[in-house]
């Protein structure tokens, strides 16, 4: 594992606000820059959907703060590019940013007398909007939207989600409504296309249920303070993670690749083991076990040859793919399993605890069990509030779904173990550990098998960690190796979501283009399956291995500049 590159951070509101304020008191300077960035998305976004940018239909919606300042401004550049701006106030105008309302008027922004009759006639019809500029609120907001701003927003969301309506929205900052420093949605807010957001990152691009309401994100750099604060989430870029691949060297073998144990597939459910075997070798594995009932054996044997049935050293486990909780000795077995995990009889293993493994792993915490952050969960909402609830916490899983941030956190306590929780985007929590953001894919991979294949692709990841811990090249303190399966997971998560990409069709995988199940494609892609996504891991890991730094490969020949030897060249597992 190495050392880590910066990573994408997100700051609570009021450390970002306390930042920058010694430097925008009494200037509106850092305002016509963000209006600036602003206008050039927004030009960006019509020519995009209409060719030209004069004669354009642009709506304001605009609040009594610098968020509702900055739409103005940037209604104010539009208007002066040609573009029809109306601007829909909901305070009182005297509360309005009054020299950025100055400026608009100025520049011949027309001030809507009826604010809802202006949102109203935006959302619909031949003379609606084609681009709404959403400055109601920003990071100095709280709580849901008050009921003015609700109500203009109400009729722009009933036209429907981003793709599906006449007009586009780009947020300014955020959208107005959304939880800033949680990603809740505590009341309505209206789904942008694109938001353009300043300085840094806040928690609602990142975690969901707002982050996938953000559209494409836009950090603009205004040369104001990143905040010197406490991080509430990141997101690891592609090339951060990227460098965590490791190319082998001559040295190599199987057990310094890392060697996987899969206690996966059942008479009921035996593909999922083909599924977790074939990602994990093409992960780059240097060898998988597999233990399994004898026909889901021959069943993967049949695929996958260099799969070895038999039980014997491994550096990581991957428990619970389709496993059958009714098929009681087997789900002994994979008790067992669980107890040699957790360390009952020798050192813990690292492992990924899945679907069926999880109730089991409940029931041994509940009994005084413990992971450690070496051992990914990664469940499903459903999954995440059954395992809460067995833990004494009753938690529906509509809760988790409207705040999956605070359960993935909750349950990352509650277990010892690094968690990850399948939302878009994917979130990981470990013990005391930064919460990631990954983004998770094109929407093609909500398909049955898909989380075989991640399953896999982890467990192969955290073996070859361990293998480099083994073997002393982990890299990095204490505190880069205790969040290190976190990023572990986070690169699983990436591989799977670059192949998904890449087996539905759509060449660009980068986060910004695979957020938001798929709708910013400039195609539509097409329907994949779990075993498509095995076949795209190479492309998927050269990718990521391809876009970024890379450390020395494991040869006594490592004098070639890192990587560079290969680079350009399809060298993939
Ligand atoms: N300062 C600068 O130079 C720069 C600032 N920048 C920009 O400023 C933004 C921060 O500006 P801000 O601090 O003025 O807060 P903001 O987000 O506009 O909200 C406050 C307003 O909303 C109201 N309000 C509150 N809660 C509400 C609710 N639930 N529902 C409805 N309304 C609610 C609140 O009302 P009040 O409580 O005063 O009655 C007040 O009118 C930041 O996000 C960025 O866009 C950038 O341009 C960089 C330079
Ligand atoms: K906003």
Partial sequence: MSQLLPTENAYPARAVADAEAPLTAGTDRYMHAAAHALARAAVEELRGMRGAVPGARVLLLVGGGHNGGDA????????????????????????????ALADACAAGVRLAADPMAAARAAAGGAAGADLVVDGLTGIGATG?????????????????????RPFRVLAVDLPSGVGVDDGTLPGPALAADRTVTFTCFKAAHLAPPAAPRCGRVDVVDLGLPVPDAAVLACRPADAELGRLLRVPGDRDHK??????????????YPGAAV?????????????VRLAAPARVVDLVLARRPEVVPADGRCQALVLGPGTDPADAPRAAELDAALGR???????????????????????RIATGGRCMPRQVLTPHAGEAAALLGALGEQTPREAVEAAPAAAARRLAELTGATVLLKTTPTLIASPGGTLLSVDSGPGWLATAGSGDVLAGIIGALLAARRADAENGKAVGGEDVQAEAPARCAALGVRLHAVAAARAAGLVDASPAVTAGAGRLFACSGHPLAALDLTEAIPAAWNHLWSIGPHRALNSPRAGTAPGHACRGKNVHP
């Fill in 72 to 99: 103005l401004l940037a209604g104010a550049l539009l208007a002066r590019r040609g573009c029809a701006v109306t601007a829909a106030p909901a305070a009182e105008i005297s509360r309005l940013h009054a020299t």
């Fill in 144 to 164: 849901p939207l008050r009921p003015a701003a609700a109500a203009l927003i109400a009729p722009l969301c009933a036209a429907g989600d981003p793709g599906e």
């Fill in 255 to 268: 057990y310094t690749r890392g060697v996987v144990g899969l206690w996966a597939g059942s008479q009921t």
């Fill in 275 to 287: 599924l977790a075997a074939s990602a994990a070798v093409r992960t780059g594995a240097g060898m």
């Fill in 341 to 363: 995990v957790l360390g009952e009889a020798g050192e813990p293993v690292d492992a990924v605890i899945d679907a069926g493994a999880l109730p089991l792993l409940a029931a």
